[in-house]
């Protein structure tokens, strides 16, 4: 089983940007397709974005269209979620998760492996 951390998560200001990173450790990442949570205060966790394992197919919530991007890098076998125009609301924990449900699609969100999340917030 593939496990997950996340790194890269702080304090920025409404505009700013933050790029979060997700390694692996026990197996590559290169073989998982991957997503990016977040769970607001109060609220649900909610599925932001997601990468296939090739990296040929995207997900994005439609809250963070045109401002975060996902992409892989597998020489350095790490998943990114560059997060661009950030805004207060954007203000939660991000939860990288790997290894999707066989035969779902990247916006089931239905990962298996889940990293211990990193906190993002954005001050007005």
């Known amino acids: 089983q593939v496990h997950v951390v996340e790194s890269g998560g702080g304090l920025v200001q409404a505009g700013g940007s933050l790029r979060l990173s997700c390694g692996a450790s026990?197996?590559?990442?290169?073989?998982?397709?991957v997503g990016w949570f977040r769970q607001p205060p109060g609220k649900e966790r909610e599925l932001v974005a997601a990468?296939?394992?090739?990296?040929?197919?995207?997900y994005y919530a439609d809250s963070v269209k045109g401002r975060f991007t996902i992409s892989r890098d597998s020489a350095e076998d790490t998943v990114y979620l560059q997060m661009d125009t950030l805004q207060p609301e954007d203000t939660a924990i991000y939860y990288c998760?790997?290894?999707?449900?066989?035969?779902?699609?990247?916006?089931?969100?239905?990962?298996?492996?889940w990293g211990q999340g990193t906190q993002v917030t954005v001050s007005s």
């Open positions: 026990g197996r590559t990442l290169i073989n998982y397709a």
């Open positions: 990468v296939s394992r090739t990296g040929s197919n995207t």
């Open positions: 998760a790997a290894d999707l449900a066989r035969g779902s699609s990247l916006s089931d969100g239905l990962f298996s492996s």
